[in-house]
């Protein structure tokens, strides 16, 4: 007896294990915290700091205060970049968004045939760098071009190959974002129009149109952003027509003035935060037109409206395939435009270049890392912040930090990284140019967008697991391995195909931190097609293509198999 009364007082209590899965789940939660503080102040925050630093000193680092600003807009030709700038943002967004919008519409509210077929063709420009439409335009309807007497005379190179350009890679973003907003409307809102009469166009104007507001005003604003952030399109077919982005790399690598390259930084910047600003605020805005009450709309069969979205659809599809399939017939011309046979020339890299085929294994093993280390940090990220118990500011803070990427355009980051990194005096200082830089690099350029995605994700989990995990005390970081990532799985899935299929197109952000041994292959379509080798430069999109269209073809497979195994409860 006195035997067992001794055992059970040595055993720890039910409290005290409980206490100890607190203070465990505590110690785990703070050591994220503060790595995840620490990191995000050294490669978003100190960067860009450093920048805003750069803008008001001159060539020695001594402050001069807005010298450098009043020296810009001092100059007709920087006023005419930012002219420029809005003018080609403006025309491609209201071109984009009438396509897109249309295309969408197609797609979701009326029974055309063949609808998989077009949302396939749609979506492909996402997987090709913005550089492939570039060069797919020159050869089309450059000097050289096949169709250039289409433009009845006009040149391509300016305002005319950077808009059709950058509809072409903007469109896919354009069009998932409405075609959610469309998707999903309420059946009984149509019944009424239909019991009062209205006519079908007035219905689209006080029905349809105002339902999808919001996610027009979301899509009006990224293709803007997107438009006057983009480096590559401008910089292959933009001739003397200048723009902010391309200035920015005239300053920083023709003329080496660092200092002007961050007084234009600082001016790219605003639009992008303004953009970034408003669309926050319509999100706020936004109210859910869709409850347990609704009935979700289904389109009837209506001839003539089908086959003239069948029609719209067709010529759209025709147009994104032609700018394709002319890059991938480029690629294999021989020598363009005297001799059109047919060959693996172009893709033996290292007869016009000295990287060889090494940009192309670069970009893998960048696309791969950004991939495994993003989604981890991410999605570790965005559980801390989210699901995590205590630490309050701490979190609200990281919260705030992770938003900032989405609203710095990528050369900006570069160039960010280069003043920050690029200085002997910082103990960092060994990161610069190396892989893990460019990694680092990517995975911050596109952090928002895979937080968000991971913050959606996590918010869906059912509140009744998460209770019985906490009822039966087991250890957050445990419930983390059993409930949540099993329950998480499609988010985290597709957060890594994100990272990896943009880290293979990124142009902008990496186009300053790259060295010898580790150019990416985006960047060696650039050097290129700079070189005049615009076949190879060809040959290597289309490789990027390829891959990233592989990539993901694996992701689809491998999600509709793990989402077997982990989301049957679902139903």
């Known amino acids: 007896m006195y035997s067992t009364i ?204 105002p339902a999808a507001k919001y996610g027009v005003i979301s899509t009006l604003i990224l293709v803007f952003t997107l438009v006057v952030c983009d480096f590559g399109v401008p910089k292959v077919i933009g001739g003397s027509y200048n723009v902010l982005a391309t200035d920015i790399f005239k300053q920083v690598v023709g003329q080496q003035n660092f200092a002007m390259g961050a007084v234009t930084s600082v001016l790219l910047l605003l639009p992008a935060v303004l953009a970034f600003i408003i669309d926050r605020h319509v999100q706020r805005k936004q109210q859910n037109l869709f409850d347990s009450r609704s009935v979700a709309y289904t389109p009837t069969p209506h001839k003539v409206r089908d086959n003239i979205c069948l029609l719209f659809c067709s010529i759209i599809a025709f147009a994104i395939i032609s700018v394709i399939g002319m890059a991938v017939y480029a690629s294999f011309v021989t020598f363009w435009p005297w001799n059109l046979s047919l060959s693996f020339n172009n893709y033996n890299f290292s007869e016009v270049s000295t990287y060889g085929w090494s940009p192309y294994f670069n970009s893998l093993t960048l696309a791969s890392w950004v991939a495994i280390i993003g989604t981890v940090v991410i999605f570790i990220g965005a559980y801390v912040i989210e699901k995590g118990r205590g630490f309050g500011p701490i979190r609200q803070l990281l919260q705030m930090i992770t938003i900032i990427p989405m609203a710095v355009p990528g050369i900006v980051l570069g160039l960010g990284y280069i003043f920050f990194f690029n200085d002997i005096n910082n103990p960092l200082n060994g990161l610069y140019a190396t892989m893990l830089l460019l990694v680092v690099n990517t995975v911050v350029h596109y952090y928002t967008v895979g937080h968000m995605t991971a913050l959606t994700a996590l918010k869906q989990l059912p509140a009744e697991i998460e209770a019985i995990s906490a009822s039966i005390k087991m250890p957050q970081y445990k419930a983390f391995f059993v409930i949540t990532l099993p329950i998480c799985a499609p988010a985290i899935m597709d957060i890594a195909a994100y990272l990896f299929i943009n880290a293979l197109t990124t142009t902008s952000a990496v186009v300053f931190l790259y060295a010898t041994d580790t150019i990416p292959a985006s960047v060696s379509v650039l050097n290129m097609d700079d070189a005049g080798q615009t076949g190879s430069a060809a040959a290597m999109a289309v490789m990027i293509l390829v891959t990233a269209a592989t990539a993901k073809i694996v992701h689809l497979v491998a999600a509709s198999f793990i989402n077997k195994r982990t989301q049957a409860w679902r139903q």
């Open 6 to 209: 001794d055992k059970n007082l040595k055993a720890p209590s039910y409290l005290q294990r409980w206490a100890l899965t607190f203070s465990r789940d505590s110690a785990i939660l703070a050591s994220i915290l503060i790595i995840l503080t620490v990191l995000m102040g050294f490669f978003i925050v100190a960067p860009m700091f450093t920048m805003f630093a750069k803008s008001v000193q001159d060539i020695d680092g001594n402050f001069i205060g807005l010298t450098n600003f009043s020296d810009y807009f001092a100059s007709s030709a920087m006023i005419a970049s930012i002219v420029n700038t809005v003018t080609v943002g403006l025309i491609t967004t209201a071109i984009v968004g009438a396509l897109a919008f249309s295309y969408a519409y197609a797609l979701t509210r009326t029974c055309m045939p063949f609808k998989t077929f077009f949302q396939v063709i749609g979506s492909a420009p996402i997987l090709a760098p913005s550089l492939l439409p570039a060069i797919s335009l020159i050869y089309l309807f450059g000097n050289q071009g096949i169709a250039k007497e289409l433009l009845g005379g006009a040149s391509i190179y300016g305002v005319i190959g950077i808009t059709i350009g950058m509809t072409f890679w903007t469109f896919p973003h354009a069009l998932m974002i409405l075609t959610t907003a469309l998707r999903t409307s309420d059946a009984r809102l149509y019944e009424a129009a239909t019991v009062l009469k209205n006519h079908p166009v007035k219905t689209f104007f006080i029905v349809t149109l």
